[in-house]
């Protein structure tokens, strides 16, 4: 091969190392930032993009929303608690030219500010605070990154606290706190429900004062409900002996007064009987009371 082959064979290499670098394809999620000679030149939308080799330098920034998670920092709460918060951050380019121009890189400079924005926003809080209002404390932290990031050509939109680790013996603090709040409330509750209770007691007693039977048909149920299991022992309440004095001479009243209103001739030996029977097994009246009326 002689000389000219040689030639023309460099050349094309070069221009096919040229082509290659001046054919540049920007994607559809990135924008890019041409420079000429160091100067800026503007922008390049997405598509087919051909640049001056050697003398033009395209940056690709990408637009997608960026995760960049914050590692977690040792905090002192307001209320002098340490506890250790990690947390992370979502933000995206709005301004490619910033993006390059302003600030070197864009990612540790934002983690950094992330990190420094967390421990002075959390700090200002109490630890029942930062674990009941997480929602607003993301919000917070969300603003402060947003309106330093601005005029680095950037968008933070979401800041979320994801793990919170609390000492060990604040963990056995807030299990007792909880365990004496529960109990307070079964205390509360139980309170209530015996106040409740005697409220009822009260009106059953009133009704049970105007209607005295009611007492000892609740005893006489009371005997039946323990007769239902096999007990040896059968214990009878006081006033149930009277009681059966009681509903006997209730009985014999009732039959006296059935005799005196019966018509005249009727002899009803079996009611006369009944009248002799009751209140002799009472005692509450004498064999003299047991002669029939005239």
Known sequence: MNASAWILTLILILVLIGLGMAIKIVK?????????????????????RIIIPVVDV???ISLRI????????????????????????????VDAVKSVIVIENVTAAINQIAQTTLR???GQHALDEILAETDRINEDIRLILDRTTTSWGLEVTLV????????????????????????????????EGEHLAASRLGDASDIMMAHPLALQLRNLQTLVELGVDKNTTVVFPAPLMSTIGELGTF???????ATANAPAGVD???????????????GALTPADTTPPH
């Open 120 to 122: 002075n926003v959390v």
């Open 251 to 257: 009985l014999a009243r009732e039959e006296m007064a």
């Open 66 to 93: 960026v995760t960049m998670p914050i590692q977690s920092q040792g905090i002192i709460t307001k209320d002098n608690v340490s506890v250790d918060v990690a947390a992370v951050a979502y933000f995206r380019v």
């Open 58 to 60: 395209l940056h690709r």
């Open 160 to 191: 979320e606290l994801k793990d919170i680790q609390l000492p060990d013996s604040m963990k056995r603090a807030m299990a007792r706190q909880a365990e004496a709040e529960r109990e307070k409330r079964a205390k509360i509750i139980n309170a």
């Open 268 to 282: 009803d030996s079996a009611t006369a009987q009944g009248q002799v029977a009751a209140p002799e097994a009472n």
């Open 28 to 48: 559809q999620y990135e924008k890019g930032v041409l420079f000429r000679f160091g100067r800026l030149e503007g922008t390049r939308e997405p598509g087919f």
